[in-house]
């Protein structure tokens, strides 16, 4: 294979893979969903052979699951993709709130985020109500300045998409946690960071506590 024709093979693999993470995202793909080759590859418009390295990248990422002799699975996450999620979560959003970079522009879009979440709760929108819980995280670790953090923080939340999906059945889930996460800005726009961290690591171990209770 020529240099020229890998990267483009490459290239294609990754833009598939991120098609299909942004599906899995935004809950269009959900989890238990098998992944047939030919229907995806006509959809996105590549090879099998394409597919197959995205299948490759997503199954790394814990997005897909690859089962001998029966295909590729959208991730139906258990007990322990909920622990390992919320370990990573404690530990990359709390160092976020403590030793990022906290300005002005930063707090300014997570309380818009917080004003979504809870404009979403009151009008019973569910799935704004996520959508904005979701962003508020994602915007704690953007003052952390860092790509691969940031890209980290983004595999983890498309992993979260799954797990949200086992509190379909209670929309109350959300709403309780557009509180938490509006208390914690509140304690972040004092300046208090270890106060602030503290709140959102409760609020994290709550949440956690709740998924695992129901995964049970």
């Not at 370990?87 to 879009?109: H, K, N, P, Q, S």
């Not at 819980?133 to 923080?153: A, I, K, P, Y």
């Not at 979260?160 to 059945?169: D, I, N």
Request: aromatic share 4%; glycine share 8%; hydrophobic share 45%.
């Amino acid at each position: 294979m020529s240099a020229p024709r890998a990267v483009e093979d490459t290239q294609a693999s990754a833009h598939a893979a991120a098609r299909l993470r942004t599906m899995i995202s935004d809950g269009a793909l959900r989890p238990g969903a098998k992944l047939s080759e030919q229907t995806v590859a006509g959809e996105l418009g590549v090879s099998r052979n394409t597919l197959r390295e995205s299948f490759t990248t997503l199954a790394a990422e814990g997005l897909v699951d690859r089962i001998p002799h029966r295909g590729v699975f959208v991730m139906d996450p258990g007990t322990e993709d909920v622990r390992d999620l919320y370990a990573a979560r404690g530990i990359l959003e709390t160092g976020a709130v403590l030793w990022g970079e906290l300005d002005e522009a930063l707090l300014a879009r997570l309380q818009d985020t917080v004003s979504e979440a809870l404009a979403a709760r009151d009008s019973g929108n569910v799935a704004g109500m996520g959508n904005a819980n979701q962003r508020f995280h994602r915007e704690l670790v953007t003052g952390c300045g860092s790509t691969s953090l940031l890209t980290e923080m983004d595999r983890i939340l498309a992993r979260m998409r799954l797990v949200f999906h086992l509190m379909t059945e209670d929309p109350r889930f959300h709403a309780r946690y557009a509180v938490r996460n509006a208390e914690v800005l509140d304690v972040l726009q004092t300046g208090d960071r270890e106060r602030a961290a503290s709140l959102l690591r409760e609020s994290l171990v709550a949440a956690r506590e709740e998924l695992l209770a129901h995964v049970g």
